[in-house]
């Protein structure tokens, strides 16, 4: 027969408050406020796509996402290409988006 560790059923029920507890942070609330919450708990991100019901990738390109925005970066990748887009000049030195 094997021991069971008798620490087992203790673990087994501390992660399943710990499910519970989380479940209940993140009740209502959009992809992006769960992921955030659960990251910001220690969480890592395959219980956070388990738990908010998406992949681990998506998970992980969020909280990409959300360091960028905490550290000043650009966020998303829409707004890069509008700024370099905006940015780009007509090879006479001005602005393509200025008018004369």
Do not use: C, W, Y
Not at 3 to 32: C, H, M, T, W, Y
Not at 42 to 69: C, F, P, Q, W, Y
Request: charged share 30%; hydrophobic share 30%.
């Amino acid at each position: 027969m094997t021991k069971q560790n008798p620490g087992s059923g203790f673990e087994r029920e501390l992660k399943i408050v710990r499910r519970l507890l989380a479940l209940s942070l993140i009740d209502g609330k959009k992809n992006r406020e769960q992921i955030a919450l659960l990251a910001a708990a220690g969480m890592d991100r395959h219980e956070i796509a388990e738990l908010v019901g998406t992949t681990a990738g998506t998970v992980s390109v969020e909280i990409s996402n959300l360091k960028k925005r905490k550290s000043g970066g650009t966020g998303t990748l829409r707004n890069r290409s509008h700024r370099r887009q905006a940015s780009e000049d007509d090879g006479f030195g001005a602005r393509s988006d200025t008018t004369e």
